[in-house]
């Protein structure tokens, strides 16, 4: 029995060790690989770090819920399907707030793409981020030649699965300031077209932030409930790892109620994205007589409802 006692306090200090030197091991190595994770939109997937919609130059007056399936995919490398909702309430016309996001994403990667992002899973589910954002028109698009719309909104800590480069898990905000012109054909006939430049900035796991400008020219040709719309967009951040992404878009709009409209979309990656996104889905628009003023007109927002 003693010797027995003599063995158990004689290795009491080597158990000990070996947990203080596991521990200390785990603590290097969990900061080693999420230093060596880089929070660019080229380095993750692709809801991290998304380059954003045109913003309308109008606000309008109706209450919109923009509900929308993505997919995204890389040929044999990469595959990501998620949910995209938007909500967007304006004031009097003049003012809207909007939140939107993807509140949750499916995902798989090759092997050998987690090994290049340094992630830790190649396929699982991950929750995503929310954004913020209010929007103040500053020159009536109707009234004048150009519409000009300040646009600052930004994002929640939400999205989790950073140890598997799906979101940063950091907080990021923007700054945008749109232009566009309205052109009113002969009967049921208008042509849009827009262009803004943004500062973005987003906090990284290096203790630094990366900033970004902002860009994108858009254009779209309704004629009555049916619009056609093609874009550009992107950013460029100063870090130079991965965080100039740039996308070409397309995407289509048919009303087919007074309240609801159906809209399909494609997007192609051109740099630091995932090359091929495809997007369906339904708009509901609800008219609000307590926050709005009633006579103001809507189209202009009813063309950009599924690209919040």
């Known amino acids: 029995m003693a010797h027995t006692r003599k063995i158990i306090i004689a290795t009491l200090p080597v158990i000990a060790l070996y947990a203080v030197s596991y521990a200390a091991v785990s603590e290097i190595v969990s900061s080693f690989d999420e230093n060596n994770l880089t929070m660019s939109p080229g380095c993750m997937g692709p809801n991290a770090l998304p380059v954003r919609h045109a ?5 309008g007056t109706r209450i919109i819920l923009a509900l929308t399936a993505e997919y995204h995919f890389d040929p044999h ?3 990501t399907v998620n949910p995209h909702f938007s909500l967007l309430i304006p004031v009097r016309g003049i003012v809207a707030v909007s939140v939107f996001g993807r509140p949750v994403e499916y995902f ?6 987690r090994r290049s ?4 899973n190649s396929k699982g589910w991950s929750a995503g981020d929310l954004y913020f954002q209010t929007s103040v028109e500053l020159l009536d698009a109707m009234k004048h030649f150009l519409g000009i ?5 930004f994002k929640s800590t939400t999205g ?17 300031l749109s232009v566009g012109h309205l052109h009113e054909g002969r009967g049921l006939l208008s042509i849009r077209v827009q262009s803004s430049i943004s500062f973005i900035g987003w906090q990284t796991n290096i203790n630094e932030q990366n900033d970004a400008v902002g860009y994108n020219l858009c254009g779209e040709l309704s ?3 049916r619009g056609l719309a093609s874009e550009i967009a992107g950013y460029y951040g100063w870090m ?8 070409a878009r397309l995407s289509f709009r048919r009303k087919i109620a007074g309240f609801l409209q159906l809209h399909i979309g494609f997007q192609k990656g051109i740099r630091d994205q995932l090359p091929y996104q495809f997007r369906a889905g339904t708009a509901f628009e609800l008219n609000n007589p307590v926050l709005n003023a009633p006579d103001r007109q809507n189209h202009a927002k009813e063309a950009s409802a599924a690209n919040p």
Do not use: Q
Request: charged share 25%; net charge negative; glycine share 10%.
């Open 108 to 113: 798989e990667t090759s092997e050998e793409r």
């Open 117 to 120: 992002r340094c992630a830790d």
């Open 149 to 153: 719309s300040l646009n600052i909104g």
């Open 55 to 59: 913003n309308d130059i109008m606000v």
């Open 223 to 225: 004629f009555g409930p």
């Open 160 to 176: 989790k699965g950073f140890h598997s480069a799906r979101h940063i898990n950091a907080p990021g905000y923007w700054v945008d």
């Open 240 to 247: 130079h790892n991965g965080d100039a992404p740039l996308v």
């Open 77 to 79: 490398e990469e595959i």
